[in-house]
């Protein structure tokens, strides 16, 4: 695994696991955000319950990148797999939030550009992941 592809990872995964975690603790009342970082709308039940609707795939994209990472620290070429699983999921992530905005028309750049580039920085490095991890004819015999 590059450093590259490393460093993205690790700091993505280290920052949503952060940002569920705070989240988390606010949702059970033991801190207030205050509102100027929220997202629009953030007071509205049905935005909150979209918003928990990334929770899943967030932890996915996650698990998977943090797998990634050990398999590639010990040398296992599963490596490859669970990095292309966790940059799909986490352009997944960042494409539903950036429809989201759009068809809302909000461009507030500290919600829309964070989710923009979860949807474009895996993009560098997919398409070599996937000639790396796709099976050559000679290993086919």
């Known amino acids: 695994?590059?450093?590259?592809?490393?460093?993205?990872?690790t700091v993505t995964d280290v920052l949503f696991m952060l940002y569920w975690?705070?989240?988390s603790v606010a949702a059970i009342g033991l801190i207030?955000?205050?509102p100027n970082?929220?997202?629009?709308?953030?007071a509205n039940p049905r935005?909150?319950?979209?918003?928990?609707?990334f929770f899943p795939l967030d932890v996915a994209f996650s698990i998977f990148g943090f797998m990634a990472l050990s398999a590639a620290r010990r040398g296992d070429p599963i490596w490859r797999p669970y990095a292309i699983v966790s940059l799909v999921l986490t352009m997944t992530a960042?494409?539903?939030?950036?429809?989201?905005?759009?068809?809302?028309?909000?461009f507030n750049p500290?919600?829309?550009?964070?989710n923009l580039l979860l949807l474009v920085w895996p993009l560098f490095f997919l398409g070599k992941l996937m000639r790396d991890a796709a099976p050559t004819p000679e290993s086919q015999n």
């Not at 494409?95 to 068809?103: D, K, Q, T």
């Not at 500290?110 to 964070?114: D, N, Q, V």
């Open 1 to 9: 695994m590059s450093r590259a592809l490393a460093a993205c990872i």
């Open 21 to 23: 975690a705070v989240v």
């Open 32 to 34: 207030e955000l205050p």
């Open 37 to 42: 970082i929220m997202y629009g709308d953030y």
């Open 47 to 53: 935005v909150v319950a979209w918003n928990w609707t």
């Open 94 to 106: 960042g494409g539903m939030a950036v429809a989201y905005w759009l068809f809302l028309l909000e």
């Open 110 to 114: 500290s919600w829309f550009l964070p």
